[in-house]
């Protein structure tokens, strides 16, 4: 039987969809097969849109089955005329189909308006009519965290307080967000929030005087501006603004937003990557100083000219080439500054449907937020078998990378996106990475791209340590007529260095590929550490994450046109790197036709490694030859 968890605010603005989006994550990472659903649709605009909570997992959560929702104006006829009743069975129908074949289903209530009143009663009546475990969510305003409990614990009186089993406890979003002079949050871009308060709350201190209450905190979520950086693309569009050049408008993103009515060397430090400078048309100095900082790698959200006036042609010309080759978005508007100042105000910086990036960043950040052992209890309530969804692979995945403590080193240290690859992995703890490249330029891209150098990273200068390795790469390859002379040339290749680092056991591993091909990634290790034990070749996988569940395809990149007995051993190796990541082998030997429905050179060599297979490893499930589709669906 499945469970049922609505999650209901206590007030509007506490981020319901964030906490919705990481709940359904965290319960996915553990395999739990999840149903989501929105009872009552609530667009923005309040207009009967399709509610924008349930397009995201939709859109983000193939795997994830959701319920229609009811359109908000069908809901207010039916409360209107006093039918509460009737609309409360059309939810537990809608209900009742989604727990046919879910394991959880997670219902997001109603958010609390000044239009609708009747928010609290309907959240009630739904978690009364679905026999759903409630969770409060909330965001501090301007209280202490005593005043926060006491908020807390009132709220929840209305839904049985203490007596009520089925109120699990309360999630408390946006903690030490921004506040404005009159203690609102602030969920804005504006650089100005420097000069306001912002609550000084410890999670420590809210956490304890949490521990006497009767209700428990599941989720403290601190405020992080990162998943407020909005597209450029979405101000364009709030703003009806005229494009003067595209760039990267569809992906870079805005961080803050600038002002720029000082003069220029009281503006320049705020130049920085992210930052969306609002300058009148009719400042060059603005425009030759954003060209400047874009030359030299600062990746600046984008230029927003007021004013209506046009760009000087010189100034323009001047510029342009860099503005391209940058892909910096230059767009304007009419208005003035003023009126720019108060349009940027109003824009709505909740995550769009279509900005999957941002809604990624959304579903992980909260997801690590939410109490393990509250997660591991829902999940373990179920009886269904548990299947490895991509969610719950990646963050296996993970786990087992920060378990294992591992180091690795990435020869193409100073690429930016190996740099902000190895900068996400120290933060996440997954790996200890080691950079091979020149430290001041390493430097400089991670600045450029405001990409945080923490301790989990290690960077060595290829040129510092290449001598080292000279001697023992003569003795590996003097069968090959390997000289000193010939040796150094090679480890100017920094595939050659980081494989002789693995050879000498300084790392544990070696990632290539974003600058580097396959073949020249690989061939190194071929001739300096060879194949494992007991294998003639070498062979790839790749982990296809399909919305529903995670496939092992080998081999699609390194042997074009293997023999039978090459066949068999892929294969095996295949099946062994699936167990390691913690798939259940089932080997499908895949041809252009089944059994023995076809004919053919190549069908007779899958026959026969299929054979050799089985007989080389009885222990494994292997089939074959099968079409592509007759496997899959098995």
């Given at each position: 039987m499945s469970r049922t968890i609505i999650l209901i605010p206590i007030s509007?603005?506490?981020?319901?969809?964030?906490?919705?989006?990481?709940?359904?994550?965290?319960?996915?990472?553990?395999?739990?097969?999840?149903?989501?659903?929105?009872?009552?649709?609530?667009?923005?605009?309040?207009?009967?849109?399709?509610?924008?909570?349930?397009?995201?997992?939709?859109?983000?959560?193939?795997?994830?089955?959701?319920?229609?929702?009811?359109?908000?104006?069908?809901?207010?006829?039916?409360?209107?005329?006093?039918?509460?009743?009737?609309?409360?069975?059309?939810?537990?129908?809608?209900?009742?189909?989604?727990?046919?074949?879910?394991?959880?289903?997670?219902?997001?209530?109603?958010?609390?308006?000044?239009?609708?009143?009747?928010?609290?009663?309907i959240n009630y009546e739904v978690a009364q009519a679905l026999d759903a475990e409630i969770i409060l969510v909330s965001a501090p305003a301007t209280e202490t965290p005593e005043a926060l409990k006491e908020r807390i614990e009132a709220a929840a009186t209305s839904f049985g307080g203490k007596n009520n089993p089925n109120l699990l406890g309360v999630v408390i979003n946006k903690f030490n967000a921004p506040i404005d002079e009159s203690g609102r949050t602030r969920p804005d871009l504006s650089e100005i929030f420097d000069a306001f308060q912002h609550s000084h709350n410890q999670i420590a201190e809210v956490y304890r005087l949490f521990e006497k209450s009767p209700i428990q905190i599941l989720a403290c979520i601190p405020w992080s501006p990162d998943l407020i950086a909005t597209r450029v693309i979405d101000l364009v569009k709030h703003l009806s603004a005229a494009i003067i050049n595209e760039g990267d408008m569809s992906?870079?993103?805005?961080?803050?937003?600038?002002?720029?009515?000082?003069?220029?060397?009281?503006?320049?430090?705020?130049?920085?990557?992210?930052?969306?400078?609002?300058?009148?048309?009719?400042?060059?100095?603005?425009?030759?100083?954003?060209?400047?900082?874009?030359?030299?790698?600062?990746?600046?959200?984008?230029?927003?000219?007021?004013?209506?006036y046009k760009i000087d042609p010189a100034i323009k010309k001047l510029c342009q080439r860099t503005f391209e080759s940058t892909g910096l978005p230059i767009f304007r508007i009419e208005g003035n500054t003023w009126q720019t100042a108060l349009n940027l105000q109003s824009f709505n910086l909740e995550v769009p449907v279509d900005d999957k990036e941002r809604i990624e960043n959304i579903k992980q950040y909260t997801s690590q937020?939410?109490?393990?052992?509250?997660?591991?209890?829902?999940?373990?309530?179920?009886?269904?078998?548990?299947?490895?969804?991509?969610?719950?692979?990646?963050?296996?995945?993970?786990?087992?990378?920060?378990?294992?403590?591992?180091?690795?080193?990435?020869?193409?240290?100073?690429?930016?996106?190996?740099?902000?690859?190895?900068?996400?992995?120290?933060?996440?703890g997954i790996a200890e990475c080691i950079l091979l490249a020149n430290p001041d330029e390493v430097k400089r891209v991670a600045e450029a791209q405001g990409v945080n150098?923490?301790?989990?990273?290690?960077?060595?200068?290829?040129?510092?340590?290449?001598?080292?390795?000279?001697?023992?790469?003569?003795e590996l390859r003097k069968n090959k007529g390997m000289t000193e002379a010939s040796a150094r040339e090679q480890l100017e290749d920094n595939v050659v260095l980081g494989t002789m680092m693995l050879e000498a056991n300084e790392v544990d591993g070696l990632v290539s590929g974003a600058i580097h091909t396959t073949a020249n990634t690989i061939r190194p290790p071929m001739q300096i550490i060879k194949t494992a034990p007991g294998s003639s070749i070498v062979s790839s996988i790749f982990f296809m994450l399909l919305p529903d569940q995670v496939l092992v395809y080998g081999d699609c990149a390194v042997n074009p046109d293997p023999t039978a007995e090459q066949l068999a051993?892929?294969?095996?190796?295949?099946?062994?790197?699936?167990?390691?990541?913690?798939?259940?082998?089932?080997?499908?030997?895949?041809?252009?036709?089944t059994g023995t429905s076809g004919s053919g050179v190549d069908v007779e060599k899958v026959k026969e490694a299929t054979r050799i297979a089985q007989e080389k490893r009885p222990d494994l499930l292997i089939d074959g030859p099968l079409q592509y589709d007759a496997a899959v669906m098995e």
């Open positions: 509007a603005g506490v981020g319901l969809t964030s906490v919705s989006l990481g709940l359904l994550q965290a319960l996915e990472q553990k395999g739990a097969k999840i149903g989501f659903m929105k009872p009552i649709s609530q667009p923005i605009s309040g207009e009967d849109k399709l509610d924008r909570t349930t397009s995201i997992v939709r859109t983000t959560s193939a795997s994830i089955e959701t319920a229609e929702p009811f359109m908000l104006s069908v809901a207010e006829s039916l409360i209107g005329q006093n039918q509460s009743d009737v609309l409360l069975e059309k939810i537990v129908e809608h209900h009742q189909q989604l727990s046919k074949n879910n394991d959880i289903i997670v219902v997001e209530g109603l958010i609390p308006t000044r239009k609708n009143s009747y928010s609290s009663r992906t870079r993103r805005i961080r803050g937003i600038t002002f720029c009515a000082r003069s220029l060397q009281n503006m320049v430090e705020h130049f920085r990557t992210g930052s969306l400078l609002v300058a009148s048309a009719d400042r060059p100095d603005v425009l030759v100083a954003a060209s400047l900082a874009a030359s030299n790698g600062v990746e600046l959200g984008g230029i927003l000219l007021t004013g209506g937020q939410f109490d393990a052992g509250f997660i591991h209890s829902i999940v373990g309530g179920s009886s269904r078998i548990r299947r490895l969804s991509p969610p719950a692979f990646r963050y296996q995945l993970t786990e087992l990378a920060r378990a294992a403590k591992k180091r690795i080193v990435l020869p193409e240290g100073d690429e930016p996106r190996t740099v902000k690859a190895a900068s996400l992995c120290a933060e996440r150098l923490g301790s989990g990273i290690n960077i060595i200068d290829p040129a510092s340590v290449r001598e080292n390795y000279v001697k023992r790469l003569v051993e892929i294969a095996i190796q295949s099946a062994d790197s699936a167990k390691a990541f913690g798939i259940d082998p089932k080997v499908a030997m895949i041809s252009y036709s």
